[in-house]
């Protein structure tokens, strides 16, 4: 079956950078598409970015422009570089694969059907 675990979480200051990877059991191309979800206790699961097998990305405007999702389909991980950190940012963040109906990848978690444990992303002042 397919895993997806994920690392390179932490603690960092505002403005600060982290990144952010996922590793999956088998090859990610076996999915239409792959995503960051992040969850605040007693929040919604916000989808932050997601990048399809060619290449096609989405990214949530609250983290537009800071934000990069990136795939290595030779080593079956996928990348998210953050920079410019926020306190608003602080989360689990969740790598998620999925294969849902229509034209390239939505940002909503009920796309996906394969999710990892998370990691711990902290930003504080």
């Known amino acids: 079956a397919q895993r997806l675990v994920e690392s390179g979480g932490g603690s960092v200051l505002v403005g600060g950078s982290l990144r952010l990877s996922c590793v999956a059991s088998?090859?990610?191309?076996?999915?239409?598409?792959m995503a960051w979800i992040r969850q605040v206790p007693g929040k919604e699961r916000q989808g932050v970015a997601a990048?399809?097998?060619?290449?096609?990305?989405a990214v949530d405007n609250s983290v537009l422009g800071r934000f990069t999702v990136s795939r290595d389909k030779n080593k079956d991980t996928l990348y998210l570089e953050m920079s410019n950190l926020k306190p608003d940012d602080t989360a689990t963040y969740y790598c998620?694969?999925?294969?849902?109906?229509?034209?390239?990848?939505?940002?909503?978690?009920?796309?996906?059907?394969?999710w990892g444990q998370g990691t711990q992303v902290t930003v504080s002042s």
């Open positions: 088998d090859a990610i191309s076996n999915y239409k598409c």
């Open positions: 990048i399809d097998l060619r290449g096609g990305m």
């Open positions: 998620a694969a999925g294969a849902g109906p229509g034209a390239g990848c939505r940002l909503d978690p009920q796309y996906y059907s394969v």
